[in-house]
């Protein structure tokens, strides 16, 4: 399975994040049959740079459902995610 975001929705998204002083910085998505890791495709059709991919998994305990990454070519590095309380 592989998703795509339409890009009328993607610039749509941006274009609102502005007007709200907003900066979109990455994107969700889910394994739902997997873990919360990203698969070789995820790798190869990340942009790479500052961009953030979080991928939410199904098969793994809860502490390690929800992981993000970026990316550089075909480096992948884990990014810290921090739980808060909502206010």
Known sequence: TRYTIDPKEYF???R???RQGLVVIGAWHSH???DATLSATDVAL???GEWVTVVVGNKAQPADAVRAFRTEGEK???LALISQPSP
């Open 32 to 34: 739902p049959d997997g």
């Open 76 to 78: 992948v590095f884990e």
């Open 46 to 48: 990340s942009p790479g």
């Open 12 to 14: 749509g998204a941006m």
């Open 16 to 18: 609102y994040a502005e």
